[in-house]
């Protein structure tokens, strides 16, 4: 008779993930990937007007290693790209990406040769924030579209 059979099934993966996903979400430390123009709006994002403290993810981290949201903010030519993928593959498990504004999501007004058509030609993104540029309160609202998946993680994933 296990410990699991005296709580009951799920007991305690249920418990450590609830435990897990507080202290991930409410930490969640952006790696910011400031390409062009959206890039200012991204840094108002981190000011104090927004306050992203509110939601612990003040803390800026410009090595991949510390990071676990990758923040790409801007149009991404093919050339950058290659950096942009090695950057995501140095960042560790869990991670999750945000595409700000309409250039990392689609290519936006650039149809010409050297841009991408949005950065999820070459990494998985989890949330597209629309605008040219998007506002700080919408990349906020990602962020917290992001807290929201994070609390349905489970740590049987990382494994
Ligand atoms: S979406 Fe607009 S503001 Fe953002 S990088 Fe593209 S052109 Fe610049």
Not at 96 to 111: D, L
């Amino acid at each position: 008779m296990g410990v699991e059979s005296a709580f009951g099934e799920g007991y305690i993966t249920t418990t450590v993930d609830a435990l897990a996903n507080w202290a991930r979400k409410n930490a969640v430390w952006p790696m910011p990937m400031g390409l062009s123009c959206c890039g200012i709006e991204l840094m108002a994002f981190a000011g104090p007007r927004y306050d992203v403290a509110r939601f612990g993810s003040e803390v800026f981290r410009f090595s991949p290693r510390q990071a676990d949201l990758l923040l790409v903010a801007g149009t991404c030519t093919y050339k950058m790209s290659k950096v942009v993928r090695k950057i995501w593959d140095q960042m560790p498990d869990p991670k999750w990406c945000i595409a700000m504004g309409a250039c990392a999501s689609t290519g936006g007004m650039f149809r010409s040769y050297p841009v991408t058509q949005g950065i999820d030609e070459f990494i998985p993104v989890d949330v597209y924030v629309p605008g040219c540029p998007p506002r700080p309160d919408a990349v906020i609202n990602a962020l917290m579209q992001i807290q929201e998946k994070i609390g349905q993680h489970s740590v049987l994933m990382d494994r």
